[in-house]
């Protein structure tokens, strides 16, 4: 069975904290992305990777960065918490061909719900 | 830039009636178009998908009907079911890297 796992279900930081986001897969996917999820708004991207040490900006990349130092990890950072970056985080991961699961499916973790006060 | 737009935001259907969710896309470059399900307390999971060069794909209960050159495409849910509530995300994909853009979502409330 595919597997996504996200460090935690639930957060809150204080604003001007750095705040580190973990997401590990287990099905040797090359692919792995950061989103946040608001109401009305959808999934936006905010960067993906598709190698270890290799990193796309998606489409909000603004305020946050992300390190992949191995293939199944991939980090969101926040280096300096605001408020406006309280919301559900998810972290997905996709094949090439090479890992397990369908190679045209992205396959998400359970999220995490970030609140900063 | 919205270059996926789903509608509606919320959707309420009787359980054995049809749930219709519409997504229309600009880029002529997706190639792919997913409809992803995600329940509460959960991520969002594949729950159907079709390529520009099918006009129609039917999975059990579900259907998407895609118009190439309307680029639009809908999401079908018959005999919809209170276990089908959920919220329902269109996507489309471009080339390389399994990058995809989602919709806004609309949340489905099937009651009995």
């Known amino acids: 069975d595919v597997k996504v796992t996200q460090s935690s279900r639930y957060l809150v930081k204080r604003t001007g904290e750095k705040v580190f986001l973990e997401c590990v897969q287990d099905m040797d996917h090359e692919n792995m992305f950061w989103y946040r999820q608001d109401p009305g708004l959808g999934l936006r991207l905010i960067y993906f990777?598709?190698?270890?040490?290799?990193?796309e900006k998606g489409d909000i990349p603004e305020g946050y960065s992300v390190s992949r130092e191995k293939k199944e990890r991939f980090s969101l950072i926040l280096e300096s918490a605001s408020t406006n970056q309280t919301s559900m985080y998810l972290c997905a991961s996709s094949s090439n061909g090479l890992g397990r699961g369908g190679v045209d499916t992205q396959y998400f973790g359970p999220g995490t719900r970030l609140t900063v006060l | 830039q919205q270059q996926v737009k789903q509608s509606p935001q919320s959707l309420i259907v009787q359980k054995g009636g049809i749930s219709i969710i519409n997504c229309a896309y600009e880029n002529t470059a997706f190639d792919y178009f997913p409809w992803y399900q995600q329940f509460p307390g959960k991520g969002p999971a594949l729950l159907i998908a079709?390529?520009?060069?099918?006009s129609e794909k039917k999975e059990g209960r579900f259907t998407i009907s895609f118009n190439k050159s309307a680029k639009q495409f809908s999401l079908h849910i018959m005999d919809s079911q209170p276990g089908d509530s959920a919220t329902y995300f269109c996507?489309?994909?471009?080339?390389?890297?399994?990058?995809?853009?989602f919709g806004t979502g609309t949340k489905l409330q099937v009651i009995p």
């Open positions: 079709i390529r520009p060069d099918v």
């Open positions: 990777s598709y190698d270890v040490k290799m990193k």
């Open positions: 996507a489309a994909r471009t080339g390389g890297y399994q990058k995809v853009t």
